[in-house]
């Protein structure tokens, strides 16, 4: 069955950069845009960033644009999300998702940004 | 940006009864692309529909979305327990891909 499992979260201070990855099965990932949707305590849902099958196409949340770089592997069947110039506001469980229609999100890391 | 605005904010049912969530949009969503999710403490998302309409896989049929353009609204024929949840409407139609701010159902 699909699998996302995210990984690289942690505890950092602010000004620091971390890259969190998500290992994809179950499904030809090649085919899916995929996306990376984070969630601060207590809050809703944030959309991040999305990248399309190839890899060529990505869009951004304003709040992240410049900072934040998604990417993909095919070969390794694997999403990314560089952070860098970290805040405290992007404290968050952070998702890597499938494309909208098929419903498969990851469990989730969480991400604290805190001196 | 599209915002997408869920009414009401919380919503007191008791189970068997109908709820009806709505979620407008700032300006037209593209090709009815509009999902709704549910999402109970320390869990994932999971998906409702999409496309405005089209149930995901394994959802119950007592789960109904309709509506184009601007309005959406998410229907709950008869509550069960396990619905009481927070739930999300979210745009895919253009980027960036926005979520409403959710519309806790909770048990009266």
């Known amino acids: 069955q699909v699998q996302l499992v995210e990984s690289g979260g942690g505890v950092v201070q602010p000004g620091t950069s971390l890259r969190l990855s998500c290992a994809a099965s179950?499904?030809?990932?090649?085919?899916?845009?995929m996306h990376w949707v984070r969630q601060a305590p207590g809050k809703g849902l944030e959309w991040v960033a999305a990248?399309?099958?190839?890899?060529?196409?990505?869009s951004y949340a304003d709040s992240v644009k410049g900072r934040f770089t998604i990417s993909r592997d095919n070969s390794k069947n694997t999403l990314y999300l560089q952070m860098n110039s970290l805040r405290a506001e992007d404290t968050a469980v952070y998702y890597c998702?499938?494309?909208?229609?098929?419903?498969?999100w990851g469990q989730g890391t969480l991400v604290t940004v805190s001196s | 940006e599209i915002v997408l605005t869920q009414s009401p904010g919380t919503l007191s049912l008791s189970p068997g009864e109908r709820a009806t969530l709505s979620c407008r949009a700032s300006?037209?969503?593209?090709?009815?692309?509009l999902a709704w999710y549910q999402q109970t403490p320390g869990q994932a998302p999971r998906l409702l529909i999409y496309?405005?309409?089209s149930r995901a896989t394994g959802i119950p049929d007592r789960f109904s979305g309709s509506g184009s353009g601007t309005d959406f609204t998410l229907t709950i024929s008869r509550l069960e327990p396990e619905d009481f949840a927070v739930y999300y409407c979210?745009?895919?139609?253009?980027?960036?891909?926005?979520f409403g701010q959710g519309t806790k159902l909770e048990i009266k």
């Open positions: 496309g405005a309409s």
């Open positions: 300006q037209s969503v593209s090709s009815s692309s």
């Open positions: 179950g499904f030809t990932f090649s085919n899916y845009g």
């Open positions: 990248i399309w099958r190839d890899g060529n196409t990505k």
């Open positions: 998702a499938s494309q909208v229609a098929t419903g498969d």
């Open positions: 979210q745009q895919y139609g253009s980027a960036p891909y926005t």
